[in-house]
C-alpha cells in the first residue's frame, strides 16, 4: 500500500486542501508541508482543512514536538489562519490533539471536527464556497484513489 498525501490551494477561498491517506511519520507530513510551501498559489495567511480520516499517523508527543519546531524555523509557512482537522477515529483525535497542545505557540486558531458541515461553520464558510471545497475535496479523494483501510474497532458510527 502507499502512502498519498495531495493538496489543492483554492486561491478565490483563501483555502488549503489536504487530504492524507496511508500511514505516516512526522518527516513525511514536515516533507509535504515543505511541497505546499513551494506552490506559487501558496500563502501563509490562507486557511487550512485536513482531511485525515483515511491516515494513521505514526508519531510520538516528541514528534509532534519536531513539527512544530519545523514550522517556527520556517516562518514562511506560519500565518494567522484558522485550521480545521477532520478525524474519524480515536487515535487521530489523539494525535490532533497534540498538535494543538503544541500550536499554541503559533498565531492560529486549530480545532478538530468529525464533520465537514462542522468545520465549514468555523472557517466562516459561504454556500458557493462550500460547493467549491466539497468538488475539490471529492477529487482530491478520487485522484488518491485510497485503498488504506483504518482500525476502527474502536470507532463507532
Same mark, same amino acid.
Do not use: N, T, V, W
Given at each position: 500500500m502507499t502512502n498519498k498525501l495531495n493538496y489543492i490551494i483554492l486561491k478565490e477561498e483563501e483555502? !488549503?486542501?489536504e487530504y492524507y491517506c496511508g500511514? %505516516? $511519520?512526522a518527516e513525511e507530513l514536515i516533507d509535504f508541508k515543505r511541497k505546499i510551501g513551494l506552490d506559487p498559489c501558496y500563502k501563509a495567511s490562507f486557511d487550512v482543512i485536513s482531511d485525515i480520516r483515511n491516515s494513521e499517523l505514526l508519531f510520538? %508527543?516528541?514528534e509532534v514536538e519536531k513539527y512544530v519546531e519545523f514550522l517556527f524555523k520556517n516562518p514562511e509557512y506560519i500565518g494567522a489562519r484558522k485550521t480545521?482537522?477532520?478525524t474519524k477515529t480515536p487515535n487521530q483525535v489523539v494525535a490532533s490533539l497534540g498538535f494543538?497542545?503544541?500550536r499554541r505557540k503559533l498565531p492560529m486558531s $486549530?480545532? !478538530?471536527f468529525s464533520t465537514f458541515e462542522a468545520a465549514y461553520t468555523f472557517l466562516e464558510l459561504s454556500s458557493t464556497s462550500i460547493n467549491n471545497v466539497d468538488s475539490a475535496i471529492n477529487k482530491l479523494r478520487i485522484?488518491?484513489?485510497c485503498s488504506f483501510k483504518i482500525d476502527t474497532k474502536y470507532f463507532t458510527s
Open positions: 483555502l !488549503i486542501l500511514k %505516516f $511519520y510520538s %508527543f516528541d480545521a482537522m477532520i494543538d497542545m503544541q $486549530y480545532k !478538530i485522484d488518491c484513489d
